[in-house]
């Protein structure tokens, strides 16, 4: 049988974990929110006539949809 201390514990580190997931989801949203904004500077370089690689392109997408995966997970 569990006691009184234990339970508590058990709370107070159960409450811990649910903060340090929450802070690593705001990082992953702050990683997206990056990733759409050199995304939208690849495509303000294609508007204007400057040609981004596709390095540029493929690491951009990749850093992307990997902030979303990160997110749904955590959903």
Request: hydrophobic share 50%; charged share 15%; proline share 1%.
């Given at each position: 049988?569990?006691?009184?201390?234990?339970?508590?514990?058990?709370?107070?580190?159960?409450?811990?974990?649910?903060?340090?997931?929450?802070?690593?989801?705001?990082f992953v949203v702050v990683f997206g929110t990056l990733?759409?904004?050199?995304?939208?500077?690849?495509?303000?370089?294609?508007?204007?006539?400057?040609?981004?690689?596709?390095?540029?392109?493929g690491r951009t997408g990749g850093v992307l949809a990997?902030?979303?995966?990160?997110?749904?997970?955590?959903?």
């Amino acid at each position: 049988m569990e006691t009184d201390t234990q339970t508590a514990a058990q709370s107070i580190n159960q409450r811990l974990a649910g903060q340090a997931l929450g802070t690593a989801k705001k990082f992953v949203v702050v990683f997206g929110t990056l990733a759409a904004t050199v995304l939208a500077a690849d495509v303000a370089l294609s508007l204007i006539g400057e040609e981004p690689t596709s390095f540029m392109c493929g690491r951009t997408g990749g850093v992307l949809a990997s902030a979303v995966v990160l997110y749904w997970l955590w959903k």
